[in-house]
């Protein structure tokens, strides 16, 4: 079985249009989908660790994750135990390396194609730099694109980012 797992940022929840427009991709390729409710939960320590008590032992997963999210993402995979198989990450606008917010971006296992992180070039919360930086440490593919922090006007290019990756076995 597999999953992919939507994970929302601080200010938006699991019905947002990004995450609703990325879930119908995911499941037109046949992947199973979840999108948990973080909201009034802003420490992302516990959002990381309800989303591990939440994600299935014995399951290829794939984290999507925007902003927050993104966070959350890649540090679940620095903290996943071992029963857990999380095969990759998918990061919007990562909330790392934030000045006066205790988010450094995590120390992480998943390298090259196993990350994709997308980026608004015109993004005023999260610099693009952090991702850039993020990119360069993975060697993975970084998509920047003519948008904000939100990315609501690159949907589509976004979702077929996404389908790209999920079409992709990242076990070879």
């Avoid at 990562?94 to 000045?99: H, M, R, V, W």
């Avoid at 296992?109 to 005023?124: C, P, S």
Wanted: proline content about 6%; overall charge neutral.
């Amino acid at each position: 079985m597999s999953i992919v797992v939507f994970l929302h940022g601080l200010e938006s929840g699991p019905h947002g249009l990004k995450i609703q427009a990325m879930r119908r991709v995911a499941e037109a390729l046949g992947w199973r989908t979840i999108a948990p409710d973080f909201r009034g939960m802003s420490d992302p320590e516990l959002r990381t660790r309800h989303l591990l008590q939440q994600l299935p032992a014995g399951e290829t997963i794939r984290l999507v994750g925007s902003s927050l999210g993104g966070y959350v993402a890649a540090r679940a995979v620095q903290l996943a135990p071992s029963t857990l198989h999380i095969e990759g990450v998918f990061l919007l606008c990562p909330a790392f390396d934030l000045p006066g917010y205790p988010l450094t971006r995590p120390i992480q296992g998943l390298r090259e194609q196993a990350v994709r992180i997308v980026h608004g070039r015109h993004d005023d919360v999260v610099p693009l730099a952090n991702s850039l930086r993020a990119a360069e440490a993975w060697s993975c593919p970084i998509l920047i694109l003519d948008d904000d922090h939100s990315l609501h006007k690159s949907i589509d290019v976004i979702s077929s980012f996404l389908a790209d990756w999920l079409r992709q076995n990242l076990m070879a």
